[in-house]
């Protein structure tokens, strides 16, 4: 339960108890100001408070931004403040300097005039915390009316504000992604919406909706597996439905504000798990009516991977660029910008989750798995190539310098393990690291992929180029990625090490190679996009020892070299291998997310999609 403070006697006529009630806050009333202090003090530490104004007027959905999102250590609108336990001795410091007429103990200019408690206490809070380095997060409200009038004809006049504006139809317009895709902005959302407020009104919480979701797929890539017409079609319609469940677990969550942690780390890897889960399964039905196309499956996973790491780099790299020297839009891009039709036309182009999840429905249900895996490869490496390019020419023209914290976060992107480490320290030694990262880590994959692509299976060669892989890449990474391209050192090993695997369990003499190297594939992946969002929550990499005991990119790709050489010629040995490393990998990079996810720790942030 959380208390909300009302700082004095309700307006007569005012709705605002019930208002606060119906949020889900125990409402305490002070006889004044200056008795909030006696019923903050009573309220349990580890409880979320509000304190608000009697005076307040405005809508009840105002309120719930303000109070209740649970991602924000503090917020406010006019007249309202909340803050969560964290918050809670910075808002017990302003209240006393307010309530004795002086400053706040805060540092800088903002602490140097008295408060005044009459005059909008809550205000007067959020500024204090604002000033004692607690960041308040400001809901933008628009239309949504939140003030505290001073006198009867502004009270009037609010109300008549209130009145005009019907909340619930902001609500669910708000549940929506503000910059969604076309097929989900025009074909998803004008219904799924209501869904998602009907999945509200019962109780139902998001990550129920996204279990929903991932199960639904998980059917439909059952139906797909089964090789036959009916099951192509019933893949192609349950698709179609897990993601009208995945819209609306989204809006779900921006429209009753429940966000999790737990909610975060089912977001952010049911869409994959669900994605390349459906591969699988068209790659078993196509198998089952004689068309291999395992290599096709694993090809697309790869491309979608890398498409998505570039997106990540580049947000990461350009993540706390301020001010006009940090300006990246090309005025081409603004002025195709200021043309409807052209935003949505490119959006589309990309192939973003809405297009590409109905491109995948619907050939499924009329055509044949290789068909649908084509389609996605060339689709999604158009995609890869347009939005790379746009980056690379605004990543020229960026003048702002890259901060430490970026550099760290591409660090962590490049997940390089021990040997890495090494051949870092020796490259520092013998100079090789005067070379830009970009051109070491292009050097690594020019010397590796050619080997792998052009040797005979198991020769000794690979092995050979993959050791020189370990030291250019270990290079590429032993000083801070601060180049205005090093963005694409990570999208650059990940496409090294996956097109290792590839390509290996193609060329291997055994049928079951490549669904182990799917699976493998799979399973470093996870770990790939378990990364990012940790760095997205503001918490940083995995620990290091994870990255150490799986190896980094360089010691996996190295060590599947090193299994074609020495398994080339024992038959299945190859498969069972990669087998036994992708289930070393999955078991141990999942139990680690799992225990951080699920920690007080993890960060309670949502996650909004796909970035292209």
Request: charged share 15%; aromatic share 8%; with cysteine.
């Given at each position: 339960?959380?208390?909300?403070?009302?700082?004095?006697?309700?307006?007569?006529?005012?709705?605002?108890?019930?208002?606060?009630?119906?949020?889900?806050?125990?409402?305490?009333?002070?006889?004044?100001?200056?008795?909030?202090?006696?019923?903050?003090?009573?309220?349990?530490?580890?409880?979320?408070?509000?304190?608000?104004?009697?005076?307040?007027?405005?809508?009840?959905?105002?309120?719930?931004?303000?109070?209740?999102?649970?991602?924000?250590?503090?917020?406010?609108?006019?007249?309202?403040?909340?803050?969560?336990?964290?918050?809670?001795?910075?808002?017990?410091?302003?209240?006393?300097?307010?309530?004795?007429?002086?400053?706040?103990?805060?540092?800088?200019?903002?602490?140097?005039?008295?408060?005044d408690v009459v005059d909008n206490l809550p205000d007067t809070l959020a500024t204090a915390?604002?000033?004692?380095?607690?960041?308040?997060?400001?809901?933008?409200?628009?239309?949504?009316?939140?003030?505290?009038?001073?006198?009867?004809?502004?009270?009037?006049?609010?109300?008549?504000?209130?009145?005009?504006?019907?909340?619930?139809?902001?609500?669910?317009?708000?549940?929506?992604?503000?910059?969604?895709?076309?097929?989900?902005?025009?074909?998803?959302?004008?219904?799924?919406?209501?869904?998602?407020?009907?999945?509200?009104?019962?109780?139902?919480?998001?990550?129920?909706?996204?279990?929903?979701?991932?199960?639904?797929?998980?059917?439909?890539?059952?139906?797909?597996?089964?090789?036959?017409?009916?099951?192509?079609?019933?893949?192609?319609?349950?698709?179609?439905?897990?993601?009208?469940?995945?819209?609306?677990?989204?809006?779900?969550?921006?429209?009753?504000?429940?966000?999790?942690?737990?909610?975060?780390?089912?977001?952010?890897?049911?869409?994959?798990?669900?994605?390349?889960?459906?591969?699988?399964?068209?790659?078993?039905?196509?198998?089952?009516?004689?068309?291999?196309?395992?290599?096709?499956?694993?090809?697309?996973?790869?491309?979608?991977?890398?498409?998505?790491?570039?997106?990540?780099?580049?947000?990461?790299?350009?993540?706390?660029?301020?001010?006009?020297?940090?300006?990246?839009?090309?005025?081409?891009?603004?002025?195709?910008?200021?043309?409807?039709?052209?935003?949505?036309?490119?959006?589309?182009?990309?192939?973003?989750?809405g297009e590409r999840w109905a491109m995948i429905a619907v050939l499924t249900a009329v055509?044949?798995?290789?068909?649908?895996?084509?389609?996605?490869?060339?689709?999604?490496?158009?995609?890869?190539?347009?939005?790379?390019?746009?980056?690379?020419?605004?990543?020229?023209?960026?003048?702002?310098?890259?901060?430490?914290?970026?550099?760290?976060?591409?660090?962590?992107?490049?997940?390089?393990?021990?040997?890495?480490?090494?051949?870092?320290?020796?490259?520092?030694?013998?100079?090789?690291?005067?070379?830009?990262?970009?051109?070491?880590?292009?050097?690594?994959?020019?010397?590796?992929?050619?080997?792998?692509?052009?040797?005979?299976?198991?020769?000794?060669?690979?092995?050979?180029?993959?050791?020189?892989?370990?030291?250019?890449?270990?290079?590429?990474?032993?000083?801070?990625?601060?180049?205005?391209?090093?963005?694409?050192?990570?999208?650059?090993?990940?496409?090294?090490?996956?097109?290792?695997?590839?390509?290996?369990?193609?060329?291997?003499?055994?049928?079951?190679?490549?669904?182990?190297?799917?699976?493998?594939?799979?399973?470093?992946?996870?770990?790939?996009?378990?990364?990012?969002?940790?760095?997205?929550?503001?918490?940083?990499?995995?620990?290091?020892?994870?990255?150490?005991?799986?190896?980094?990119?360089?010691?996996?790709?190295?060590?599947?070299?090193?299994?074609?050489?020495?398994?080339?010629?024992?038959?299945?040995?190859?498969?069972?291998?990669?087998?036994?490393?992708?289930?070393?990998?999955?078991?141990?990079?999942?139990?680690?997310?799992?225990?951080?996810?699920?920690?007080?720790?993890?960060?309670?942030?949502?996650?909004?999609?796909?970035?292209?």
């Open positions: 339960m959380s208390t909300a403070i009302l700082t004095g006697p309700p307006v007569p006529g005012s709705s605002l108890d019930a208002d606060l009630r119906s949020l889900g806050f125990h409402v305490e009333v002070a006889s004044g100001p200056h008795g909030t202090s006696g019923l903050l003090a009573a309220v349990p530490a580890g409880q979320r408070v509000a304190v608000v104004d009697p005076r307040f007027v405005g809508h009840v959905h105002a309120l719930r931004l303000a109070l209740t999102d649970p991602r924000f250590p503090a917020a406010a609108a006019p007249g309202a403040l909340t803050a969560q336990p964290e918050a809670r001795p910075a808002l017990v410091r302003a209240l006393a300097a307010a309530e004795a007429g002086a400053p706040a103990v805060v540092a800088g200019p903002a602490a140097t005039a008295p408060y915390l604002d000033a004692d380095g607690v960041a308040v997060h400001r809901p933008a409200l628009g239309t949504l009316v939140a003030a505290v009038p001073e006198d009867a004809e502004a009270r009037h006049q609010a109300r008549a504000g209130v009145a005009a504006v019907d909340d619930e139809a902001v609500r669910l317009r708000n549940a929506v992604k503000a910059h969604d895709g076309f097929f989900t902005t025009f074909f998803i959302s004008p219904y799924s919406r209501y869904i998602a407020r009907w999945c509200a009104r019962r109780g139902l919480t998001p990550n129920q909706v996204t279990t929903a979701s991932l199960l639904t797929a998980l059917i439909a890539a059952g139906c797909a597996a089964t090789g036959e017409r009916t099951g192509y079609i019933a893949a192609g319609v349950l698709l179609l439905v897990s993601f009208v469940l995945d819209c609306t677990d989204g809006q779900l969550a921006r429209y009753a504000l429940k966000y999790s942690t737990m909610g975060a780390w089912l977001d952010a890897t049911f869409d994959r798990a669900k994605e390349y889960a459906f591969y699988a399964g068209l790659a078993l039905g196509a198998a089952r009516d004689g068309d291999d196309v395992w290599a096709l499956a694993l090809g697309a996973m790869v491309l979608m991977i890398c498409r998505h790491v570039v997106d990540f780099s580049f947000n990461e790299a350009n993540a706390e660029s301020t001010g006009a020297a940090a300006k990246t839009s090309l005025s081409v891009s603004s002025r195709l910008d200021s043309v409807g039709w052209t935003v949505w036309a490119r959006r589309m182009i990309i192939l973003p989750i055509t044949t798995p290789r068909i649908v895996f084509w389609a996605l490869i060339v689709g999604c490496a158009f995609g890869a190539c347009y939005t790379t390019a746009g980056r690379v020419l605004r990543s020229l023209t960026r003048k702002a310098q890259r901060t430490d914290r970026a550099a760290r976060a591409l660090a962590d992107l490049a997940d390089s393990g021990p040997l890495a480490e090494l051949a870092g320290r020796l490259a520092r030694r013998t100079g090789l690291t005067a070379m830009p990262p970009l051109v070491l880590a292009f050097i690594a994959a020019g010397v590796l992929l050619p080997a792998v692509l052009g040797r005979p299976f198991g020769d000794g060669g690979t092995v050979v180029a993959a050791v020189l892989y370990v030291m250019f890449a270990g290079a590429a990474v032993a000083r801070p990625l601060k180049g205005a391209l090093d963005w694409l050192v990570p999208p650059l090993f990940r496409a090294a090490e996956y097109t290792t695997v590839l390509v290996l369990a193609a060329k291997a003499d055994s049928a079951q190679a490549l669904p182990a190297a799917f699976g493998l594939v799979a399973a470093v992946a996870y770990h790939h996009y378990d990364t990012v969002y940790r760095i997205r929550g503001g918490t940083g990499a995995p620990p290091a020892w994870l990255v150490r005991t799986v190896g980094g990119h360089e010691g996996r790709t190295l060590v599947v070299a090193v299994l074609a050489a020495l398994l080339a010629n024992r038959g299945n040995d190859f498969t069972s291998a990669l087998t036994a490393l992708a289930v070393a990998v999955g078991l141990v990079v999942l139990v680690e997310s799992i225990r951080f996810w699920v920690s007080s720790g993890a960060p309670a942030v949502h996650d909004e999609g796909e970035t292209a």
